[in-house]
């Protein structure tokens, strides 16, 4: 894809962010937090990519190093989004809890 | 193998996904749809990207996941929730790390080579910025994780000649790009890519090392937005849409979520984000007088005589893992008919919204727990305000002394309540090094100790 495409689809993306987020109210700023927090991690796309492509390298340093860097930024990213989702479910299952214990 | 129609499909339906996530997660009905929403998203994603043309290697890609799913889910059951802020500052530097090895790998990756002219040149660039905003989000993170876990003071750290510095490195930074991409090709080039690496790695310890800690939650909700923006980055280098996207979408609320904060706190959003540029250090007017101390029986018997009570819990109330207590006290008292509330700052603690989640936590029902704008007009009428580990959010010295680091931003006004008692582990000043008149007011007394300890206590003096 061009680069202006690409830019286009990061402005319209900015834009969209903001209308979203405008009017969160603070109970949920900590689990909209880990759970932006965990959408990040999809990075872990940039590192698949990284060591998917180094294997098809003809120079032996090369697929090391892009195994070594490739393989951290996997691990790196994933903890992210599995800890990021899992932390956002779990505060969030507080706050239904307690949902109900007004409703009695 | 999938073929590439299949992907963009996949990546189009990801980021729509991701859409409805981040917009289900910012209301209370929708949040846990759009945590669903989100990992679905992320699998199919995560899925089209391995099984796409051009991946191999999926036993190595896949035992890497797998190590990390496990750590992942390990560390999310057993965090407490009164660690969450470190935990979230934590998880930005993984973002920041991986950004930086997904740039180093892109930029020695063969198909790379084989670009021509201007689309080299653009690649190189979006390489050059990744490797840049990664490596900020990374050391920031990793500071703000120090200094929210206590390793690293909480004090801002500043020295003289650090704009200078800042300046004189910025413009070395555009040089090196320069002349990175002049040496495209030769070994030079990656030499030159390790020192960038190091400015923006001590960009990013500077620029949180010199943030107060009053102003953490902001630093926090900024990283955020940053390991956004640096996931962004890393899509116009591996030109891949998705990342662009949901990218732009958690930087962008991020950002906003830490312009909400600096509203609260009455703080001009860049002098935040600026790291603290050309920022004084300021302690406040020295205050003369005398502090009263009190003890859980006369709490205990203060609380039983009022009939409406406000409870401005912070950080303290976090540290000590008081919120049980907390919520059997208030249990206690509203069966005896008390009115209980809660006055939430929006910057109490060091995590946006963290007090709301150490509340719910505890089984408080959450339409006793109010925010600061909802409490102030009522405060009058308030007999005992209970200030739980809280000390700049309740500092008047914010409305009254205009040499307070803190004058101006908008503070739960306990003091005007009949009676205020301020549990406190000793008499140090809070996170933000200010000192606090209101320890000093007439109608304040203080309650030393350990929040937990104290607030046990007074239970126990409320049952007889």
């Given at each position: 894809m061009s680069p202006f495409i690409l830019l286009i689809i990061f402005a319209a993306s900015t834009g969209l962010g903001y209308v979203i987020i405008k009017?969160?109210?603070?109970?949920?700023h900590t689990p909209l937090m880990s759970g932006m927090n965990a959408l990040s991690g999809i990075t872990i796309l940039g590192a698949i990519a990284a060591v998917g492509l180094s294997?098809?390298?003809?120079?032996s340093n090369e697929i090391l190093l892009g195994q070594i860097f490739g393989g951290l930024a996997i691990i790196a990213a994933t903890v992210n989004v599995v800890g990021g989702f899992l932390v956002t479910h779990r505060m969030l299952k507080m706050f239904n809890k307690n949902k109900k214990g007004r409703n009695r | 193998m999938i073929t590439s129609n299949i992907q963009i499909a996949s990546y189009l339906l990801a980021s729509i996904l991701f859409i409805l996530s981040l917009s289900g997660l910012s209301s209370q009905e929708t949040a846990k749809r759009g945590v669903l929403f989100g990992i679905i998203g992320m699998t199919i994603a995560i899925l089209a990207t391995v099984f796409?043309?051009?991946?191999?290697g999926y036993t190595y890609i896949i035992v890497a996941i797998i190590i990390a799913s496990i750590i992942g889910v390990l560390v999310a059951r057993k965090v407490e929730m009164t660690a969450m802020p470190q935990l979230i500052a934590i998880l930005h530097s993984f973002v920041g790390l991986a950004a930086v090895l997904v740039g180093f790998g892109s930029f020695i990756d063969p198909e790379v080579a084989k670009l021509q002219g201007a689309e080299m040149i653009i690649h190189m660039v979006e390489v050059y910025i990744g490797i840049f905003i990664g490596a900020i989000t990374f050391t920031g993170s990793v500071i703000a994780w120090g200094k929210l876990t206590g390793k690293i003071s909480g004090k801002p750290f500043v020295f003289k000649g650090k704009d200078a510095l800042n300046v004189v490195l910025f413009i070395a930074t555009i040089v090196l790009g320069v002349l990175f991409i002049q040496n495209l090709g030769s070994p030079m080039a990656m030499n030159i890519l390790y020192i960038m690496t190091a400015i923006a790695a001590f960009f990013g310890i500077m620029m949180v090392m010199a943030i107060g800690g009053a102003d953490m939650p902001v630093v926090i909700s900024m990283l955020n937005s940053l390991s956004g923006w640096t996931a962004s980055a890393a899509g116009f280098m591996l030109g891949n849409d998705l990342l662009i996207v949901t990218g732009a979408l958690v930087g962008s609320s991020g950002a906003i979520l830490s312009i909400i904060m600096c509203e609260a706190m009455n703080r001009p959003f860049f002098s935040v984000i600026l790291g603290g540029f050309g920022q004084e250090i300021k302690t406040g007017k020295k205050i003369e007088g005398t502090v009263k101390s009190t003890t859980h029986e006369i709490v205990a018997e203060m609380l039983t005589e009022a009939e409406s009570v406000l409870i401005v819990p912070g950080y303290g109330m976090a540290v000590s893992k008081a919120q049980h207590p907390v919520h059997d006290m208030v249990e206690k008292l509203r069966a005896q008919g008390k009115k209980i509330t809660f006055g939430i700052h929006p910057v109490a603690g060091r995590l946006p919204g963290h007090m709301n989640v150490l509340l719910a936590e505890a089984n408080v029902?959450?339409?006793?727990?109010?925010e600061m704008d909802e409490v102030n007009p009522t405060i009058d009428q308030i007999d005992v305000v209970l200030v739980i580990g809280a000390n700049d959010t309740v500092n008047p010295g914010a409305l009254?002394?205009?040499?307070?680091?803190?004058?101006?931003m908008p503070v739960v006004e306990v003091w005007r309540a009949k009676q205020v008692i301020v549990m406190k582990r000793s008499m140090a000043v809070g996170y933000a090094g200010v000192e606090n008149p209101l320890f000093y007011k007439d109608n304040t007394s203080l309650l030393y100790g350990d929040a937990k300890d104290s607030v046990d206590k007074i239970n126990s003096n409320i049952n007889r």
């Open positions: 009017n969160v109210p603070s109970l949920l294997v098809l390298s003809k120079n | 796409g043309e051009n991946v191999q029902p959450y339409d006793i727990v109010l009254e002394d205009e040499d307070s680091p803190i004058y101006g």
